[in-house]
């Protein structure tokens, strides 16, 4: 942690946690080096194109718990390619973790390249094991450059799976409950393990190492040797990864406690290094045996007042000491240490990558007088980088066969019909993440792939050739707590001269219950109404055909307006039953019919009773067509939404039979990162028939005409049209929304019934939008004609 001013942006987006529990001194003697369990190697059956049996492959390279060694402690067998030109010293370099800091390591490598300083051997912590294996996997400095100034590291972090990844159930989740927080009840009651989700990071990592995940890969066959660093959760030790998958490797170096959830490798748990090992040079020179040792060392923030007004405060700092000692004694080691000029940036700074950049630049050339002796002619540096580009693995050729372990039949048919498309194409990260998003966007599976090679050896000496992978072998993992998982939020909508509205809202999901994909759902809201449903999703087929079963019950008041004056209070009461049978096409459409029944009962319980009392039946008949291709579940940047329902309405109470149509529909498009656009429709009509006020639609509150009175207008017909404009003012840290808008807004609606003509309202809007993990909070207000005019506040989803 470096900047305590900005410690709750520091928790959501370092990626260095820069706290340590305990740490080997680097001159301490170590017992000889544990090694974590391993998978037993399997040879891949080369069996029909894709396959499917479920069998398990070999999982990883080794990982040695190992710092420093005594000097005099033997050396192990290593394949280290030779020195380029030979002769000379083995130079090795070592990359401090340090979050956003860490993007100055990139100046440093571009200093040392300008002036033909080769490195051999690379180590590195956390986002220097990030920065570092990128270097050593062969991309160029301009490629890192563009990663470090492009802002790709910015969207990594998210507090939730992407909503463009989720399925068509869980983005009803979003859409329903933006503002839920989620517990898992598998285990008794608990929330998840991290503040952020892993998969846009776990995705970022395997496009970007797609030549090096694999579990065949000796770290010391790489361009330049490389060693990263992890901490041990199960013994407490840090863990060094010499070979295996990279972006696995990676994952864990950088897997900040508390932040992102640990990686589960061997049935071990792994966080990030820094909390044992931010500046492995002992690494370096035991493991990797550097005759010379280059090290970038990023320093820690002078106490500040924040960091003592604070619990947060406090504790951070204490846990920058603890990281602080361990530097110190892995500083000896260093035959050049490197400090960049970095007091002024915090570990969150992504945005300033180029800033950070030119400061690793400016440390590296303050030190030439050092490092000049070890720099080559133009002769020496051709043969070194030559050597170096020779060792690049060749990224994986035509997809062959596929490999599933883990999960049910169920949860493996669907990742094979998902990934089938692929076969006989050139294996790409991105596109095997998109495949399997169909069983990582329930929510139940968590998924992981490598590529291997079908009938290779994974023993290849460093002088053989490598042939391009061809396999993917995918792991499917239940998440850590659940199902059942329980959602809960809370609602507020208030608004002057009317009636302040709260609820809080329960979801309870039960996922995969009766086979992969079906479950049951059941909801229950009290506060200001009192609602409850119950239904079970059962899912048919692979191809999405569903039975969907299901009871309600809805108990709320309901208030009769004139002129803004409320002239009545009743009771509505809503029980009953239905049966919907569809297909959910895919995460952005479903199409279903829909049969329902209920009884109604609609009650006078203040005012005057110029309608009488009822109390019947109701029942529908409807297609229900839902398409979404929204970013996100509450305010999207861009994309649409469209719910068309058409039917009937028939056998009701005190009322003609009906047809019936419900349509809401929204467009949004943004115009660089700070402005959105949207336009939305919503109609319902009975297309004129007479049907009792229980059962007709209302208009008025904030976004459905926000000068009026909540559900001032009910009528048999009515149309609302609105159209707007939000500017971003602010952003929140990574991960946590996009931040804090002004609004602006026209809206108009009309509203017909049997004893009105139809009538236009018109209003304008303006106000703020904070969109956050708990939802969205707004707090605006409105001008309309008729002279109305409301201020009004929400928080949780949109009104």
């Known amino acids: 942690m470096r900047s305590t001013g900005k410690i709750a942006c520091l928790l959501l987006a370092s990626f260095s946690w820069g706290a340590a529990y305990s740490q080997q001194d680097a001159t301490r003697p170590a017992t000889a080096p544990q090694t974590v369990p391993q998978k037993a190697p399997q040879t891949a059956p080369p069996q029909s194109p894709l396959n499917t049996p479920g069998g398990k492959a070999q999982t990883g390279g080794s990982v040695n718990s190992a710092t420093s060694q005594p000097e005099s402690a033997p050396k192990r067998p290593t394949d280290f390619p030779p020195i380029v030109p030979a002769g000379r010293p083995v130079i090795g370099l070592v990359l401090e973790g340090g979050g956003a800091l860490g993007l100055a390591h990139i100046g440093v490598l571009e200093w040392l390249e300008e002036h033909h300083i080769p490195i051999d051997r690379l180590a590195g912590t956390s986002m220097g094991a990030l920065v570092g294996g990128l270097y050593a996997e062969g991309q160029t400095l301009p490629q890192i450059n563009a990663l470090a100034t492009g802002g790709d590291f910015e969207h990594i972090f998210s507090v939730d799976s992407p909503y463009s990844d989720l399925n068509y159930r869980r983005r009803q989740d979003r859409r329903d409950l933006p503002q839920a927080i989620q517990f898992g009840l598998r285990d008794g009651v608990s929330l998840r393990n991290a503040l952020l989700t892993d998969r846009p990071l776990d995705k970022f990592l395997r496009e970007e190492f797609t030549a090096y995940n694999t579990s065949a890969l000796s770290f010391d066959r790489m361009p330049i040797p490389f060693r990263c660093v992890a901490t041990d959760l199960n013994d407490l030790e840090p863990l060094v990864f010499d070979g295996g998958p990279l972006p696995e490797a990676i994952r864990a170096s950088i897997a900040i406690p508390g932040i992102f959830p640990p990686v589960e490798y061997h049935n071990h748990y792994l966080v990030d290094g820094a909390i044992t090992d931010n500046l492995p040079t002992g690494v370096l020179k035991n493991d990797l045996h550097a005759d010379l ?32 000692h361990n530097v110190q004694q892995s500083q000896k080691l260093a035959d050049i240490l490197i400090t ?77 019909a998902s990934i089938k498309p692929l076969e006989n194409l050139p294996i790409q990260a991105n596109a095997l993440s998109s495949a399997l998003t169909r069983v990582e966007g329930g929510g139940t599976y968590l998924s ?28 499917l993992n239940h998440v850590h707590n659940g199902p059942p998982f329980l959602l809960f939020g809370a609602d507020l909508t208030a608004m002057n001269s009317n009636v302040t509205r709260t609820t809080f809202d329960f979801r309870l999901i039960d996922q995969d219950l009766g086979g992969f994909g079906s479950e049951l759902r059941s909801d229950l809201r009290l506060g200001f109404l009192t609602q409850a449903s119950l239904e079970y999703y059962r899912r048919l087929s692979d191809k999405g055909y569903f039975l969907q079963p299901h009871l309600g019950f809805l108990r709320q008041p309901v208030y009769l307006w004139s002129n803004q004056v409320r002239i009545s209070s009743w009771l509505q009461q809503m029980a009953g039953g239905g049966l919907d049978f569809g297909r959910t ?3 952005h459409t479903q199409l279903a019919a829909e049969w329902r029944e209920q009884a109604v009962r609609w009650h006078l319980q203040l005012g005057n009773n110029t ?16 398409y979404d291709t929204a970013e996100t579940g509450a305010v999207s940047p861009s994309g649409s939404h469209f719910d068309l329902s058409a039917g009937a309405l028939y056998h009701t109470l005190a009322s003609e039979n009906a047809p019936l149509i419900q349509l809401s529909t929204d467009k949004t498009l943004s115009i660089g990162d700070d402005n959105i656009f949207g336009v939305a429709i919503d109609a319902s009509s009975y297309l004129r028939r007479n049907v009792a006020d229980p059962l007709r639609f209302s208009l008025g509150g904030p976004l459905r005409l926000s000068a009026s009175s909540i559900d001032e207008y ?58 956050t993990p708990l939802g969205v909070i707004t707090f605006g207000g409105s001008l309309g004609d008729a002279g109305r005019r409301k201020i009004f506040f929400t928080v949780g989803r949109l009104f």
């Not at 945005?351 to 030190?367: F, I, N, P, Q, T």
């Not at 030559?386 to 949860?411: H, S, V």
């Not at 003012?729 to 808008?741: K, N, T």
């Not at 609606?749 to 703020?768: H, K, M, N, Y």
């Open 293 to 324: 040792i280059i090290a970038v060392h990023l320093p820690d923030a002078a106490l500040g007042r924040g960091d003592l007004s604070s619990i947060v405060g406090v504790f951070a700092r204490a846990f920058t000491a603890g990281t602080a």
């Open 340 to 416: 960049p000029a970095l007091q002024q940036y915090s570990t969150v700074d992504y945005d300033k990558g180029a800033e950070l950049v030119k400061a690793g630049y400016e440390a590296a050339a303050r030190h030439s007088a050092q490092l000049l002796p070890y720099a080559l002619n133009d002769a020496g540096w051709q043969a070194y980088l030559a050597a170096r580009q020779a060792r690049i693995r060749p990224r994986p050729g035509l997809l062959k066969a596929l490999r599933i372990e883990g999960g049910t039949a169920g949860a493996r048919r669907t990742v094979a």
């Open 448 to 475: 992981n792939f490598q590529t291997f090679a079908p009938g290779q050896s994974d023993n290849l000496s460093a002088t053989q050739a490598q042939g391009p992978d061809t396999g993917v072998l995918v792991s």
């Open 585 to 587: 096409v895919s995460r």
């Open 611 to 626: 309608e009488p009392d009822l109390s019947g039946t109701a029942q529908t008949a409807v297609v229900h067509l839902v």
């Open 714 to 771: 009910r009528g048999t017909d009515d149309y609302l049209i609105r159209a707007g404009y939000l500017r971003r003012v602010a952003r929140l840290p990574s991960g946590l929304g996009h931040g804090i808008y002004t609004s602006f807004a026209y809206e108009a609606g009309e509203v017909w019934s049997p004893e009105l003509p139809a009538f236009l309202r018109e209003d304008v809007l303006s106000g703020l939008v904070a969109v």
